[in-house]
């Protein structure tokens, strides 16, 4: 069943989890059966992102030790974890449990990406579940990866954009909300990109995919 990801508005608090709640949340995913079955109460995974009632859990792990734990009715992964007052269930609280608990699973998923949904700062990026939400469509190429710099002090925007030129040929990236980002491409990478504007035009877009590392990867659309 496909995931499906809610993405939180900008008022829900992002969480800051220290071991203590990493472990506290860890518990919630396991011997919850008894907790769980047949409830109104919230649930969300942190492998897919997806939100949903416990009664919808239709599948159960055995345990020989205690009660069964939840498998995701979404994609099947035993990371269900259900709301508590110490833990409002948000999409920022499952995107910042996915990273840190399959953080190799996002690296590889990070490394053939191909489009992501924009987002306005980091904080946005962990509300909206972007980390779940990137795909990597087979219409699309690759064409390379260049370095960003950015304006300390502006906000972390990113997803698609759109690269043009300036008169001066300047490279100037644009997001889909029509805003110039403050960002410049190491000089020494400038060329290929102006290489690829020239060679593909509104065929080439940009992705920045995460905002902790600046990459700004270089996709051709096709099709
Ligand atoms: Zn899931």
């Known amino acids: 069943m496909a995931r ?12 800051h989890l220290g071991p203590n709640d990493l472990h506290a949340l860890n518990r919630l995913t396991a011997y919850n059966r008894s907790e769980l ?4 109460c919230r649930c969300g995974c ?3 992102g997806s939100m949903f009632l416990a009664r919808e859990v239709a599948r159960w792990m055995a345990e020989k030790d205690g ?13 269900v974890i ?7 269930l948000s999409t920022a609280l499952l995107t910042t449990l996915y990273l840190g608990w399959f953080g190799s699973e996002y690296d590889e998923r990070k490394r053939s990406v191909t489009y992501a949904p924009s987002f306005s700062d980091y904080k946005g990026w962990l509300r909206k579940g972007i980390p779940f939400r990137m795909e990597s469509r087979p219409a699309d ?9 950015r304006e300390p002090e502006r906000d972390d925007a990113g997803g698609m954009v759109r690269i043009e030129t300036s008169d001066h040929r300047d490279l100037v990236f644009i997001d889909e909300w ?12 400038q060329r290929l990109v102006r290489g690829l504007v020239d060679e593909h035009g509104p065929r080439l877009r940009g992705l920045i995919a995460d905002p902790n590392d600046w ?7 096709y099709g």
């Open 4 to 15: 499906r990801v809610v993405p939180g508005d900008p008022s829900v608090e992002v969480p």
């Open 141 to 149: 190429q690759v064409a390379g990866e260049v370095d960003l710099f």
């Open 67 to 79: 009660a069964d734990t939840a498998l995701c009715p979404r994609c099947g992964c035993d990371a």
């Open 215 to 221: 990459k700004l990867r270089l996709i051709v659309e």
């Open 46 to 48: 942190f492998h897919c």
């Open 82 to 88: 259900y709301e508590t007052p110490a833990y409002p």
């Open 178 to 189: 029509g805003r110039s980002l403050p960002y410049t491409v190491m000089t020494g990478q």
């Open 37 to 40: 079955e047949g409830s109104d």
